[in-house]
């Protein structure tokens, strides 16, 4: 059976096999990815930044608070180097700012900027209301299991980066 376009009834779903469900999962998920990247690019563009800087600021504004350079490196799994690289950008850019440690004076720490928090947020206020309406359309309890499957495909894609960074 083609995964290329989803049966329209919910009765022609529990019709799938399991093997149709788990291929149709992974040819949505490589359309997810791409799709994904595409509006990443368009969102960067919108805003005036690069995509990986745009995804460094996205992970930023779930830490809870300031994070060092290092911190930015293993989040984004750039090298350190290319973290302070990405650092220096997005301070150049006014879009972060670099805080002295509280705990060791030696180092520095970075948060993103107020006006460039509100700025960006703005710019995800329509984004973010149309993916909130989709998931508005499922049950709570499909939503626990969107989110389980979010968490371990990152755990399991996290893992896979490392893997292939690491030449194994």
């Not at 291929?23 to 994904?36: F, L, W």
């Not at 509100?118 to 710019?123: K, V």
Request: with cysteine.
């Amino acid at each position: 059976m083609s995964t290329d376009s989803p049966r329209s009834s919910d009765a022609a779903r529990d019709e799938w096999s399991r093997a149709e469900l788990l291929a149709r999962i992974v040819t949505e998920s490589q359309r997810h990815y791409a799709d994904y990247s595409f509006f990443t690019q368009a969102m960067a563009d919108h805003v005036g930044l690069h995509p990986t800087d745009m995804q460094c600021v996205a992970l930023l504004d779930m830490e809870p608070g300031p994070v060092s350079t290092g911190d930015i490196a293993r989040l984004t799994g750039l090298t350190s180097g290319s973290a302070t690289r990405l650092v220096d950008r997005l301070v150049k850019a006014g879009i972060v700012e670099r805080l002295a440690d509280p705990h060791d004076r030696r180092r520095s720490l970075v948060a993103l900027v107020p006006e460039a928090r509100r700025r960006i947020g703005d710019a995800w206020e329509t984004p973010g209301r149309a993916f909130g309406a989709v998931l508005e359309s499922y049950s709570d309890s499909e939503l626990a299991v969107i989110a389980d499957y979010l968490h371990r495909a990152a755990e399991v894609g996290r893992a896979q980066a490392q893997r292939l960074n690491s030449g194994s």
